[in-house]
Structure formats: structure tokens, C-alpha cells
């Protein structure tokens, strides 16, 4: 195995990787960098909560520096508790069959060296498409000018940087949960967005791209919207097949930043949450709003109303969520939204409202029945639509157990929220049954259909 002319053998187990694009894309004089890279931090305007993946732009740091601070901002909080990072970025310079690695034992910068951690390098080395390839990463810019960043937040850290070539979804998804791991684990896609379209051309262009990561459709996402479309592909397989949620933080392009208007690049920081993401006592918050909303109900006729300053993070965030309430394990009423209509601790309230006085189905709530409910909360994640033919093939494309199922057909249309599988095993009764409930014949194929998941809780599964 050659060595590439940048990596430098100082000693028989220590070869560094030279920094390849200091004095271009980001300054190579250290005490330079330290001032501009902390500058950038400084200014970022993100305040979400520390995510457990990010994805952020490669570009030069005068044009997409101010849109990766606003990612690399929101780990501060976690900077002491995060000790291995994994960064995944496209190929540039050379092309490549699969993922590679490098053989190095550190990675330098002007800030100084990034010890690579060789446990996490064998562990993915032994996967199908993935081979050491120091030549990928000779003059690899997408993965170097992250370094900063990450030695600027974090304190002490090692690190798996690995490039991505003619990788499937599959793939990438294989070698990012390969090295998942917990609280201590980052995952860092680098991509940048569309490329030399006009400042309005871009700006539709990277918004479509960017709902459709939000919304975890990576088919819809290729090198014309994204150049690291690959590694980003991946982690969305990651985050749809598990109910991880994606935000969007900030989409500018270079015209915004640094360049001109008739030909820019598009850039886009993004933040993935797992979906485990609320504590028990966050859950507790929330089913004790719903049981005061509906009591406020009982006694007012109207909702509980709720401050959302008096709240932060995801409790503030706008989300999907259904509030249902069961008696001797008796649907008594189910209300929600599908789309992220309200902050979530006001969803929640609302919602519980609508379910006990408001839901069709069933009369109004009474305090002798208010006192035998069981209430419980689902959180949804954005829905993605689903491409099918025949009944055949939508169930071909729903998880049994986990998904939950929207179906549409001319003005009418119903879901099941994934809680529903746990009466309902056969997913052909699951679909019928969800057809007789949107009023569409059982016989009739729907016009469209959409799935997604939910995070459930009530008081029961609290204790």
C-alpha cells in the first residue's frame, strides 16, 4: 500500500495528512483561522438543541463559513461529551467505487493534529465498497474544511473521515450505523447545494432540495441538487427506516455570503434528531397539559392555553402530534394534525381539547368519563409519499408495526396512526379497515398514500 506525498511519516505508527486547501479555502496561519472560525461561531444565530447528526456546506469560508457555524453552534452544549466524530463527504478529485478511508494516524490543520480513531476505521473497512484509498483524500477538500470547525467546538476528539464515491443509499446507511453510537458519537455529512444557477434560479432550486430532506425523500435528491447527494442519501435512509426527524436551519447561496448574483452556490446546514430525543419528564410535561386542557374544557368549554416562551426546544418547535384518549382500552376520541400546524406544547393542548369534546364520532366528553381515560400522545415525523400501484405494492412499502399510513382518494382520506397495529395485525385489514374509515370503497385502490412514524407515550408506559 503506497503512502500519498501528503500524508508524512514522522514515525513507524504516526502519518499525518497534510491540510491540502489552508491558504485557499480557509487561512493557513493559525492564530488567522482561530479569529475568523471563532468570529464565525460567534455570529451564528442557531439556538436548536445539540443534534446527533448535522449536515453542512464545504465551500471556501467567505461563502458558506457563516452557514456551517450556525450547524457547529448548536453543539456547544454537548462539546465535553462528544469524543468521536465521523465525517462523510463526496468525492471531488478522483473517482471512486464505493467509500474510502484513509491510512493515516492523524489529520492536521493549522490548529494542529486530529488523532484518527482506528477502531471505528477497522470496523468500517470490513464492510462491502469500503477500501483504503489514501489518494481520495489527497486533495479531498469536502472532508478538510470541517476540521476547523470541530477543533474549535469540541475539546477532544477523534476522528473517521471517509469519502464517498458511486455509493449506494444502502450502502452509506450500512457504514454510518456501523459506527452510530450513542451521546458520544457525532455524524457529519458535507454537501454543499445546487451549483451555477442564477440567485433566483438556486434559491427555488436549493428550497425544494432542502424540503426534500426535511421530508427524508433522498430518491428525490441527486448530484444536480446536492453534490454530496451520496453520503446525504444515506443518513436519510438512516433517519426514515428509524423515525429520526431532519430541520432545516439555514439555506443561503454564495450570493447571499461573498459572490455575485449571476452564477452562486447553494448551501444548507440541517440538523437530525433521533426520535428518542424527549425525555420521560418532557412526556410527563406534555400528558399533564393534555389532562389540564381537558379539565379546563370540562369546566370552561375552551382549551387550556399555553404560553410557548415559557417553553424551549422541542417543546417549542412546531411538530405533527395526535392526542387520543381510550376507555377500558375503547377508542373514546382521536384528534390531531398531520402537519406541524402548532408549537408542539400547544398542539398538545388543542389537540386533547378536540379529542374529548370535538371529535364526530363521539359526544362530548362527561367528568364520570373524564376520570376512567387513558390519555396518550403521539409526536409525528414529517410524511413521505410513497410511489405504489396496486394495494400489493403500497403494503410492500410500509413498515408493519412501526409505520403509520395516510391514504387519500378524491376529497376523502383517513390515517392510522402506527399505535393502530397493535389492534390490528394483517396489514391487508390494516388498509381495509383504513379505507372504511375514509368512507373509499375496500375495493377501490387509493389516489395517493403517504407514511410515517410517531414517538407514543402515555402515563401508563411512563410507570
Given at each position: 500500500?503506497?503512502?500519498?506525498?501528503?500524508?508524512?511519516?514522522?514515525e513507524l505508527s504516526r502519518q499525518i495528512k497534510q491540510a491540502a486547501v489552508a491558504g485557499s479555502f480557509?487561512?493557513?496561519?493559525?492564530?488567522?483561522?482561530?479569529?475568523?472560525?471563532?468570529?464565525?461561531?460567534?455570529?451564528?444565530?442557531?439556538?436548536?438543541?445539540?443534534?446527533?447528526?448535522?449536515?453542512?456546506?464545504?465551500?471556501?469560508?467567505?461563502?458558506?463559513?457563516?452557514?456551517?457555524?450556525?450547524?457547529?453552534?448548536?453543539?456547544?452544549?454537548?462539546?465535553?461529551?462528544?469524543?468521536?466524530?465521523?465525517?462523510l463527504g463526496p468525492a471531488h478529485r478522483v473517482y471512486l467505487k464505493g467509500m474510502a478511508v484513509s491510512?493515516?494516524?492523524?489529520?492536521?490543520?493549522?490548529?494542529?493534529?486530529?488523532?484518527?480513531?482506528?477502531?471505528?476505521?477497522?470496523?468500517?473497512?470490513?464492510?462491502?465498497?469500503?477500501?483504503?484509498?489514501?489518494?481520495?483524500?489527497?486533495?479531498?477538500?469536502?472532508?478538510?474544511?470541517?476540521?476547523?470547525?470541530?477543533?474549535?467546538?469540541?475539546?477532544?476528539?477523534?476522528?473517521?473521515?471517509?469519502?464517498?464515491?458511486?455509493?449506494?443509499?444502502?450502502?452509506?446507511a450500512k457504514l454510518i450505523e456501523s459506527v452510530w453510537g450513542g451521546k458520544e458519537t457525532l455524524i457529519?455529512?458535507?454537501?454543499?447545494?445546487?451549483?451555477?444557477?442564477?440567485?433566483?434560479?438556486?434559491?427555488?432550486?436549493?428550497?425544494?432540495?432542502?424540503?426534500?430532506?426535511?421530508?427524508?425523500?433522498?430518491?428525490?435528491?441527486?448530484?444536480?441538487?446536492?453534490?454530496?447527494?451520496?453520503?446525504?442519501?444515506?443518513?436519510?435512509?438512516?433517519?426514515?427506516?428509524?423515525?429520526?426527524?431532519?430541520?432545516?436551519?439555514?439555506?443561503?447561496?454564495?450570493?447571499?455570503?461573498?459572490?455575485?448574483?449571476?452564477?452562486?452556490?447553494?448551501?444548507?446546514?440541517?440538523?437530525?434528531?433521533?426520535?428518542?430525543?424527549?425525555?420521560?419528564?418532557?412526556?410527563?410535561?406534555?400528558?399533564?397539559?393534555?389532562?389540564?386542557?381537558?379539565?379546563?374544557?370540562?369546566?370552561?368549554?375552551?382549551?387550556?392555553?399555553?404560553?410557548?416562551?415559557?417553553?424551549?426546544?422541542?417543546?417549542?418547535?412546531?411538530?405533527?402530534?395526535?392526542?387520543?384518549?381510550?376507555?377500558?382500552?375503547?377508542?373514546?376520541?382521536?384528534?390531531?394534525?398531520?402537519?406541524?400546524?402548532?408549537?408542539?406544547?400547544?398542539?398538545?393542548?388543542?389537540?386533547?381539547?378536540?379529542?374529548?369534546?370535538?371529535?364526530?364520532?363521539?359526544?362530548?366528553?362527561?367528568?364520570?368519563?373524564?376520570?376512567?381515560?387513558?390519555?396518550?400522545?403521539?409526536?409525528?415525523?414529517?410524511?413521505?409519499?410513497?410511489?405504489?400501484?396496486?394495494?400489493?405494492?403500497?403494503?410492500?412499502?410500509?413498515?408493519?408495526?412501526?409505520?403509520?399510513?395516510?391514504?387519500?382518494?378524491?376529497?376523502?382520506?383517513?390515517?392510522?396512526?402506527?399505535?393502530?397495529?397493535?389492534?390490528?395485525?394483517?396489514?391487508?385489514?390494516?388498509?381495509?379497515?383504513?379505507?372504511?374509515?375514509?368512507?373509499?370503497?375496500?375495493?377501490?385502490?387509493?389516489?395517493?398514500?403517504?407514511?410515517?412514524?410517531?414517538?407514543?407515550?402515555?402515563?401508563?408506559?411512563?410507570?
Amino acid at each position: 500500500m503506497s503512502i500519498s506525498s501528503n500524508i508524512r511519516l514522522t514515525e513507524l505508527s504516526r502519518q499525518i495528512k497534510q491540510a491540502a486547501v489552508a491558504g485557499s479555502f480557509y487561512p493557513s496561519d493559525r492564530d488567522e483561522l482561530q479569529s475568523m472560525v471563532e468570529k464565525m461561531l460567534d455570529n451564528a444565530t442557531n439556538q436548536s438543541p445539540p443534534p446527533k447528526a448535522i449536515m453542512a456546506p464545504h465551500a471556501g469560508y467567505i461563502y458558506s463559513g457563516p452557514i456551517a457555524a450556525n450547524a457547529y453552534a448548536s453543539l456547544y452544549p454537548v462539546s465535553d461529551s462528544i469524543k468521536k466524530v465521523v465525517l462523510l463527504g463526496p468525492a471531488h478529485r478522483v473517482y471512486l467505487k464505493g467509500m474510502a478511508v484513509s491510512s493515516a494516524s492523524h489529520f492536521a490543520t493549522p490548529l494542529g493534529d486530529i488523532r484518527i480513531n482506528t477502531a471505528l476505521r477497522d470496523c468500517v473497512s470490513s464492510l462491502s465498497g469500503v477500501e483504503i484509498m489514501d489518494e481520495a483524500f489527497a486533495q479531498e477538500h469536502s472532508l478538510e474544511v470541517h476540521l476547523p470547525f470541530l477543533q474549535t467546538v469540541l475539546k477532544d476528539f477523534t476522528l473517521l473521515p471517509v469519502v464517498v464515491g458511486d455509493a449506494s443509499p444502502d450502502q452509506v446507511a450500512k457504514l454510518i450505523e456501523s459506527v452510530w453510537g450513542g451521546k458520544e458519537t457525532l455524524i457529519v455529512i458535507s454537501t454543499d447545494l445546487s451549483h451555477y444557477h442564477d440567485y433566483q434560479t438556486a434559491n427555488h432550486v436549493d428550497t425544494e432540495t432542502a424540503n426534500f430532506i426535511k421530508q427524508l425523500q433522498y430518491e428525490k435528491i441527486g448530484p444536480k441538487q446536492a453534490c454530496g447527494c451520496r453520503p446525504i442519501s444515506g443518513l436519510l435512509k438512516i433517519a426514515r427506516d428509524n423515525g429520526h426527524e431532519v430541520s432545516i436551519l439555514d439555506v443561503r447561496n454564495s450570493g447571499d455570503t461573498a459572490g455575485s448574483d449571476d452564477s452562486v452556490v447553494g448551501y444548507g446546514a440541517f440538523l437530525l434528531y433521533e426520535n428518542n430525543q424527549l425525555s420521560n419528564e418532557q412526556k410527563k410535561i406534555l400528558l399533564d397539559i393534555a389532562k389540564k386542557s381537558i379539565q379546563h374544557g370540562l369546566k370552561n368549554g375552551t382549551p387550556l392555553s399555553i404560553s410557548t416562551e415559557d417553553y424551549s426546544g422541542i417543546m417549542s418547535e412546531n411538530r405533527g402530534v395526535f392526542v387520543t384518549l381510550e376507555i377500558d382500552q375503547q377508542l373514546r376520541g382521536c384528534i390531531g394534525n398531520l402537519e406541524a400546524a402548532h408549537p408542539l406544547i400547544s398542539g398538545v393542548a388543542i389537540n386533547a381539547f378536540n379529542a374529548a369534546f370535538n371529535d364526530p364520532r363521539f359526544k362530548k366528553l362527561t367528568d364520570e368519563e373524564f376520570k376512567q381515560c387513558e390519555i396518550s400522545i403521539s409526536i409525528l415525523t414529517p410524511r413521505q409519499e410513497i410511489e405504489f400501484e396496486n394495494d400489493a405494492t403500497l403494503l410492500e412499502q410500509i413498515a408493519t408495526g412501526k409505520d403509520g399510513l395516510i391514504i387519500s382518494h378524491g376529497t376523502r382520506s383517513a390515517t392510522f396512526l402506527p399505535a393502530v397495529w397493535e389492534k390490528i395485525q394483517s396489514p391487508k385489514l390494516f388498509l381495509s379497515q383504513l379505507k372504511s374509515k375514509a368512507g373509499i370503497d375496500v375495493n377501490l385502490i387509493p389516489d395517493k398514500a403517504w407514511k410515517y412514524q410517531s414517538i407514543s407515550f402515555s402515563y401508563k408506559k411512563l410507570s
